[in-house]
């Protein structure tokens, strides 16, 4: 679905990301894991186009990432971004709507109102509905961002959605509904690829983590196999514990620095 090559960003003369190949796939989420700064903001722009890479290349679908006319794009992948600051008002279903602007010319369509109803059920914002977004908490504005992005591929159940850390914000009952939702895209069909600073989020609900430090992997493949002491020490300098998790195949980690 996503194949990405040697792909790699400078500014300057630093590599902001370094030679990166993966791939990620139809029906999986993976989670990209990785201290701040490690470059994972850049890779997820260098994925959905908003810059260019230095060298290497994106293949969407086996479509280079470049070669997409943008209205095509707008319909097999969709990104939620890390900052979602707007100057002017809009009120929440409108800026739900805008997901569906590459779906309809001048009026949206019953299909379109009917996609911005069920996404704003999906992600628990439907009374929401009629306020002004500017006036909404964080959390609030992250999951109306999160809905617009699901209505822009709503009915394309294979497409990709690029999400940077869509549990920024939210308190654990919307980290938990936001974490088991994209799960569900991922369960339709979707790629979900998937910024993430919960390491435990990323076990429990991603297929597959790929860990970044300084712009390189340090490590990819299933929880269970990446998940690990020296895996995490590397890539963010702390030491953990690893505990097994009851009735799931996954293992949770908590700090093992002393506090005394
Ligand atoms: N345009 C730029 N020019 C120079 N340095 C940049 C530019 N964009 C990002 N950086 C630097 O590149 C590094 C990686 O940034 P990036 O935003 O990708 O990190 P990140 O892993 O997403 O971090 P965080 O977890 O803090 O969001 C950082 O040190 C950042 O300061």
């Known amino acids: 679905m996503i194949r990405v090559e040697d792909l790699t960003y400078k500014v300057g003369n630093r590599k902001l990301v370094d030679g990166l190949s993966f791939e990620a796939h139809s029906g999986e989420m993976l989670a990209i894991l990785g201290a701040n700064g490690a470059g994972k903001s850049t890779l997820m722009k260098l994925l959905c186009r908003e810059i260019r890479p230095s060298a290497g290349k994106v293949f969407i679908k086996g479509k280079e990432l470049m070669n997409y006319r943008l209205e095509d794009l707008a319909k097999t992948r969709a990104v939620l971004s890390q900052h979602n600051t707007i100057s002017v008002s809009f009120v929440v279903d409108e800026l739900v709507m805008m997901g569906r602007y590459p779906h309809f010319d001048q009026k949206p369509a ?40 699901i209505a822009q591929v709503y009915d394309s159940p294979n497409a990709c959605l690029l999400l940077d850390e869509p549990t920024n914000g939210l308190d654990i009952q919307f980290q938990q509904q936001i974490m088991v939702l994209a799960r569900k895209l991922a369960d339709r069909g979707y790629c979900v690829i998937c910024i993430l600073h919960d390491i435990n989020y990323a076990s429990r609900f991603a297929d597959r983590i790929l860990m970044l430090k300084n712009g390189k992997k340090v490590a990819e493949g299933m929880p269970i196999d990446v998940i690990n002491c020296d895996n995490i020490h590397e890539t963010f300098s702390i030491k953990v514990k690893l505990m097994a998790c009851e009735d799931y195949n996954c293992p949770l980690v908590i700090p093992a620095t002393s506090v005394s």
Do not use: C, K, P
């Not at 059920?121 to 109306?144: A, F, K, M, P, W």
């Open 110 to 149: 019953s299909n379109d109102f009917s996609v911005v109803r069920r996404v704003m059920q999906d992600t628990g914002i439907s009374h929401l509905s009629g306020r002004d977004y500017n006036t909404l908490s964080g959390g609030e504005q992250q999951r109306v961002q999160l809905a617009r992005v």
